[in-house]
């Protein structure tokens, strides 16, 4: 019995053996079987696609016809998630954004908050039920049951999903997944051999390959007794029953493979440092970087299995957790290399966020997000300083995580519509006639009415403390005009003609977004114009514009708290990166944008930011430990000399 464990067993490694793979791919798909000898390609190696290409990888393997099944049947494709969550060895850390997911409208998966991956001992605590990876090895003999007791208290109702679904997705996995015939292996030695102290050790070693169809051996070993010599401290060691939880480097190539085995069925490794460039490219760097690697994998490519892109709903969570942790391993990076980042970004007006702490200690302690971030509030103040330009452009991403772009643009003076008629020439907030202009009625039926909202509506996506932000719906208006801050109010009449019935809601013209008709006419899309009166209202457009990434609102504290009745300053760690994470809102879409690294921002022509200060008022560079008496004493010999 596992209660009966004891720890005189000597310090081994065991082989593992996997069952016989008897669940191939589903032949009645238009995919292709890949022969065994593509299971283990080098980087370079024949097999791999596009070898003009800088970033060259092995295909991936075909889709299992169990899991096939699955992506073809509605219901069952609709709960994804759920199976894959009931068969991961890992958890997700990330908070779901449910306001989101759980609306109206097509899904979009939306996380906060950072995230990461988990994963516990192979036993429970003694008394309590397996979870993840437990599942695997703890009470297999009730296995199919127990999976089906989670699946059901899920939301308290039955999940509607047949056993014999459950039972399939098990057997495909013991048959050709290799972390899970490793964690088969351990069951025979903690219940049968009487072993204890047994340990997995998931290597991260792969040297230059990418194992596509690994082999329990290559992937995992079984460590009995005490001895862990051959652990790395990139390895990921699991024990037999500590009741805590691991958080897994997301450069560890079991990364993926752990967190979704419905995707990666046959454990295909994930990112790792040491995947090479095509031997044809010329790059100064010799290793690909983890957005490249994922841009290449989620792209559709011929004569490879495509699993990743039949997810669905999981799809969508497995493209933010691979941005998630391209952007946390370049956070990382600028956290453990501060002494490196000092010289960089405390200079110029990027640092301007920082006014106010004048204590070395306190800045010192900071961990400093550069302007180079995108995203970073530094970033973002960069660019509002560079305001000045004549066309400005920003990608933003709204809450369902669609794409929308600002755009700014400084016209000539004689250009500019200097009065109300000129302005209605350009712009217009009224539902066109049907009859004399067709196709900007139809564009403005379809893309350029808000709502509904407003009392009716509370729960309308726009809807915040019970009021419409965007003021909607508008007032009726006879004609343009421009109040003394420099707002434009259009032109809205109530004409009854104007008025079109959507799903049972009258929209007239208080309801229509402004726009310009020819625009709307040639792109046949959603375009907002405006204008703005004044200087002072263009500047307010350029903060909005350089605000940065969707998040949460949050108190931003100085560091340094109030001296105590010995006169001594205490201070709190203000760490921005941690900031930054915390409040960052992701979704997939914004995810593949990043992935990709298409242009967030554009601007023209091209600003150069000149440093200068008023006397006295220039920034320093100082360390940690510099008192700040010494520090003015050298800039006031350095500024005079």
């Not at 991936?60 to 219901?75: A, G, K, R, S, Y």
């Not at 809807?463 to 719906?473: I, L, T």
Request: aromatic content about 10%.
């Amino acid at each position: 019995m596992i209660d009966d464990l004891h720890n005189d067993s000597p310090t081994t490694e065991v082989p593992i053996t996997p069952t016989s793979s008897a669940n191939g791919p589903d032949d009645s798909s238009s995919e292709e079987f890949v022969p065994a000898t593509q299971d283990i390609v080098p980087i370079n190696a024949a097999g791999a696609e596009q070898i003009d290409g800088d970033v060259v990888l092995p295909l991936l393997p075909q889709t299992p016809q169990v899991l096939q099944h699955v992506f073809t049947t509605p219901t069952l494709k609709e709960k994804i998630r759920l199976l894959n969550a009931l068969f991961g060895f890992t958890s997700m850390g990330g908070k779901v954004y449910h306001s989101i997911v759980n609306s109206a409208g097509p899904y979009s998966f939306r996380i906060s908050g950072e995230n990461y991956h988990l994963i516990g001992s192979l036993l429970p605590p003694f008394g309590e039920l397996g979870r993840f990876i437990q599942l695997y090895i703890h009470d297999t003999d009730n296995e199919l049951q127990n999976r089906m007791n989670l699946l059901n208290s899920h939301d308290g109702n039955p999940i509607g999903i047949d056993a014999s679904i459950v039972e399939g997705l098990k057997n495909m996995l013991d048959e050709i997944n290799p972390y899970v015939q490793v964690f088969r292996s351990a069951i025979d030695m903690l219940r049968n051999q009487n072993v204890a102290n047994l340990q997995v050790q998931i290597i991260s070693a792969r040297g230059d390959r990418q194992y596509i169809q690994p082999t329990a051996n290559e992937v995992a070993a079984l460590i009995v007794g005490e001895d862990t010599g051959h652990v790395t401290h990139r390895d990921i060691v699991l024990v037999t029953r500590d009741g805590n939880l691991k958080r897994i480097s997301e450069t560890h190539p079991s990364y993926m493979p752990l967190q979704y085995p419905l995707l990666f069925s046959y454990g295909t490794d994930g990112w790792h440092c040491a995947i090479r460039f095509s031997p044809f490219a010329v790059r100064k760097r010799e290793f690909v970087l983890m957005r490249e690697f994922y841009a290449y994998r989620i792209q559709f490519r011929r004569n490879k299995g495509h699993t990743l892109l039949k997810g669905a709903k999981l799809f969508q969570q497995f493209i933010v957790d691979c941005y998630t942790a391209i952007e946390h391993y370049r956070l990382n990076f600028m956290k453990t290399h501060q002494s490196l980042l000092r010289a960089d970004v405390y200079q110029g007006l990027e640092d301007a966020v920082l006014a106010g702490d004048t204590d070395a200690s306190a800045v010192g302690r900071r961990f400093v997000l550069p302007s180079s971030f995108s995203g970073g509030s530094r970033n973002m103040v960069q660019h509002f300083q560079d305001a000045i330009a004549i066309y400005i452009s920003v990608i933003e991403f709204q809450k369902r995580g669609l794409p929308h772009t600002h755009i700014t643009l400084t016209l000539a003076p004689k250009d500019k519509p200097l009065t109300t008629e000129h302005i209605d020439e350009i712009i217009c907030a009224e539902i066109p006639d049907k009859n004399a202009d067709p196709l900007a009625y139809d564009t403005v039926i379809r893309c350029m009415l808000h709502g509904p909202c407003g009392n009716a509506y509370p729960n309308a996506p726009c809807m915040v403390n019970g009021k419409c932000p965007k003021h909607y719906p508008k007032k009726f208006c006879s004609e343009t005009t421009i109040d003394e801050d420099g707002f434009v109010s259009y032109r809205r009449r109530d004409d009854p003609s104007k008025r079109v019935t959507i799903n049972g809601f009258i929209f007239d013209n208080r309801w229509v977004v402004s726009y310009n008709r020819y625009l709307i006419v040639m792109f046949d899309d959603h375009i907002n114009v405006t204008k703005v009166a004044r200087p002072e209202i263009t500047k307010y457009l350029y903060k909005h514009m350089s605000k940065g990434v969707d998040r949460a609102n949050i108190h931003i504290e100085n560091n340094v708290v109030l001296a105590n009745e010995s006169g001594h300053h205490r201070y709190r760690n203000v760490d921005e990166i941690k900031q930054y994470l915390d409040c960052r809102y992701l979704s997939p879409i914004e995810s593949c944008w990043k992935i990709f690294d298409f242009e967030m921002q554009r601007q023209y022509p091209s600003v150069i930011r000149l440093q200068y200060h008023l006397p006295d008022h220039q920034f320093v560079i100082f360390n940690d430990d510099n008192h700040l008496y010494d520090v003015l004493i050298v800039i006031t010999y350095m500024t005079r000399c």
